[in-house]
C-alpha cells in the first residue's frame, strides 16, 4: 500500500513520506513492500517477490552497471551480460548462457532486461520459462513504452541515448495471445515491470503479428493485464 504523506515515527523520528503519483513511467513513490518501505520500481516488485514467496535462487539477464543486480540479496544469484561495467558471473550473452547450462538447473525468480528487441526478449522469455522453478516468477522489464518514440527499434538517436523501451511489449503480446498456461500482469511502475507465473489466463483474442503499436496503444490495459502498485502488493 502507498505510505502517505502523514508523518510516521521510526526510532523516534518523525518521517514525511510523499503520497505516490503517475509519471510517463507509471507510478512512483513509497510504497509498504513485504520486506519494508522503498520507492517502487524494477527492484522493489524482485525484493517484494524474493521476501514474499520465499524465494532462493536468482537469474539476472542484463547486469549492465549493477544498479538492480548488485542490490538483490539472495542464496543463488546468477548475473549474465556480455559487456558489463560490473561484475558478472557470466560475460556471455543470454543464448550462449542458456544454450551452456544443464536443463535440470532452474531458477525461482528470472529477471528479463538485456536487449529491448522483440526476437532477442522472445527467446529470453521461452528459455526463462524452461529453467523456471516450478513455482517461480518471470519479472520482464520495459514493458510499456508510453509512446511510439520509446519503442523506437534503435536505443542511439542523433548520438544521444533517451529512454528507450525498445519492443520488449511485442513478446509481451505474443504470449498473451499464445500461452493460455501463464498468469500474466504489468505493474504499471517503472516503464512496466512485467509479472509472469505458471497458472492460467483468457488469451487476447487477435493474431499477435496483426498487432501494431497503434493497436498496442489503443487497449493497452487489458494487453498488458495492467495493475496498480498497491494491486501488486495485494495479489503477490
Known amino acids: 500500500m502507498p505510505v502517505s504523506s502523514a508523518k510516521t515515527n521510526s526510532r523516534n523520528k518523525s518521517v514525511t513520506r510523499e503520497k505516490p503519483i503517475n509519471a510517463l513511467s507509471g507510478?512512483?513513490?513509497?510504497?509498504?513492500?513485504?520486506?519494508?518501505?522503498?520507492?517502487?520500481?524494477?527492484?522493489?516488485?524482485?525484493k517484494h517477490l524474493i521476501q514474499q514467496r520465499k524465494y532462493q535462487s536468482y537469474l539476472e539477464i542484463g547486469v549492465r552497471d549493477g544498479g538492480n543486480f548488485d542490490q538483490i540479496e539472495?542464496?543463488?544469484?546468477?548475473?549474465?551480460?556480455?559487456?558489463?561495467?560490473?561484475?558478472?558471473?557470466?560475460?556471455?550473452?543470454?543464448?550462449?548462457?542458456?544454450?551452456?547450462?544443464?536443463?535440470?538447473?532452474?531458477?525461482?525468480?528470472?529477471f528479463i532486461d538485456g536487449l529491448h528487441l522483440f526476437e532477442q526478449v522472445r527467446r529470453d522469455l521461452r528459455n526463462a520459462l524452461n529453467h523456471l522453478s516450478p513455482k517461480g516468477t518471470v519479472v520482464m522489464h520495459d514493458c510499456n513504452p508510453p509512446t511510439a518514440f520509446h519503442q523506437r527499434a534503435y536505443f542511439e538517436v542523433d548520438g544521444k541515448f533517451p529512454t528507450w523501451n525498445g519492443t520488449v511489449w511485442k513478446a509481451w503480446v505474443e504470449a498473451r495471445c499464445k500461452q493460455p498456461d501463464l498468469s500474466m500482469a504489468v505493474v504499471n511502475t517503472d516503464w512496466g515491470v512485467g509479472i509472469i507465473q505458471r497458472g492460467t489466463q483468457e488469451l487476447y483474442p487477435v493474431n499477435a503479428q496483426k498487432i501494431d503499436y497503434d493497436n498496442f496503444d489503443e487497449d493497452r490495459e487489458v494487453i498488458l493485464n495492467l495493475i496498480s502498485v498497491e494491486e501488486f502488493i495485494e495479489r503477490y
Open 27 to 46: 507510478q512512483i513513490g513509497d510504497f509498504q513492500f513485504s520486506f519494508g518501505i522503498d520507492k517502487t520500481s524494477q527492484t522493489s516488485i524482485i
Open 74 to 110: 539472495i542464496d543463488v544469484k546468477v548475473g549474465v551480460d556480455p559487456a558489463p561495467t560490473t561484475n558478472a558471473n557470466f560475460k556471455i550473452t543470454s543464448d550462449e548462457f542458456f544454450a551452456a547450462i544443464d536443463h535440470t538447473f532452474l531458477f525461482d525468480l528470472i
